[in-house]
């Protein structure tokens, strides 16, 4: 009997810079971009953490920081949204109590 080994996907550099390029600098999710490139997100993740060890320490602790405030944003945005469809909603209501 023989065995078939496991054959493990492999990826391009071009397409695995790419990846990152659009997590770090374009502001997408890890989700989107492994969604977009047909990938799995631990991949990206991955790549993500291996080039940024092979960066300057100070450019890889602003790369974190700007991330931590986008995803901060991001939700601060998801939050003010939802405030926003609340407040329409109760200015249609009470436009119909006026009446």
């Known amino acids: 009997m023989t065995q078939k080994s496991k054959t493990k996907r492999g990826y391009p550099q071009e397409l695995r810079d790419k990846a990152v390029k659009l997590v770090a600098e374009c502001g ?17 993740r991955r790549w993500k953490h291996s080039q940024q060890k092979k960066l300057d320490p100070v450019i890889a602790a602003r790369m974190e920081l700007e991330e931590d405030e986008t995803k901060r ?7 003010l949204q939802m405030e926003n ?11 119909r109590e006026s009446m």
């Open 28 to 44: 997408y999710t890890i989700e989107q971009v492994a969604e977009k490139l047909n990938c799995s997100k631990e991949s990206i």
């Open 73 to 79: 944003l991001r939700k601060e945005n998801l939050r």
């Open 85 to 95: 469809e609340i407040l329409k909603k109760a200015t249609a209501y009470f436009a």
